[in-house]
T-cell receptor
């Protein structure tokens, strides 16, 4: 079965600093990978997805993620954090059979 | 109006009670999903439906049932609620081209005493 591991349940950065949220996956077949964001009292929003095209994927709100097969990673980055980026972020993996598995989530705090 | 609407938003009930959570969508999507979210566990799939006549079990379907009354409506039932079903429940939809859930409701916070 597929799985994802998100390293760090909490990440804190200063406004304007680089955001790096880590995700490693395990899959026996070429994976499809996703990042979602959840703001307080809301459902999840799809930030970006990797579906075997370009390894560097650009998403909404200035986020991007790079698929690295050799490292089985799909880390999420943003060059400059904004206060509005404070939220919980989920990495997910799917083999396109509807068996999507989510990571435990990383809560991002942005300090002024 | 929200694209995916869940009712109720909050519910407190007692062990053994039957509970129904409802979801309706205006996206026109064929695919609908029910997930539960627990702290430290992320989201786990309970059931999904690709159309009105198609219902499939997810990772954690035991203790739950669903009904797809129409393309726009997908309800989740707990036949006899137990405390470890206390969680945040989400409904989601996707179009035919995307197997991953695309649009989520705002969730139902369910507490079972």
């Amino acid at each position: 079965a597929q799985s994802v591991t998100q390293l760090g349940s909490h990440v804190s950065v200063s406004e304007g600093a680089l955001v790096l949220l880590r995700c490693n996956y395990s899959s026996s077949v070429p994976p499809y990978l996703f990042w979602y964001v959840q703001y307080p009292n809301q459902g999840l929003q799809l930030l970006l997805k990797y579906t075997s095209a370009a390894t560097l994927v650009k998403g909404i709100n200035g986020f991007e993620a790079e698929f690295k097969k050799s490292e089985t990673s799909f880390h999420l980055t943003k060059p400059s954090a904004h206060m509005s980026d404070a939220a919980e972020y989920f990495c997910a993996v799917s083999d396109w059979s509807n068996d999507m598995r989510f990571g435990a989530g990383t809560r991002l705090t942005v300090k002024p | 109006d929200a694209d995916v609407t869940q009712t109720p938003r909050n519910r407190i009930t007692k062990t053994g009670k039957r509970i129904m959570l409802e979801c309706s969508q205006t996206k026109g999507h064929d695919r609908m999903y029910w997930y539960r979210q627990d702290p430290g566990l992320g989201l786990r799939l309970i059931y999904y439906s690709f159309d009105v006549k198609d219902i499939n079990k997810g990772e954690i379907s035991d203790g739950y049932s669903v009904s797809r009354q129409a393309q726009a409506k997908f309800s989740l039932s707990l036949e006899s609620a137990i405390p470890n079903q206390t969680a945040l429940y989400f409904c989601a939809t996707s179009d035919v081209q995307g197997n991953q859930p695309q649009h989520f409701g705002d969730g139902t916070r369910l507490s079972i005493l």
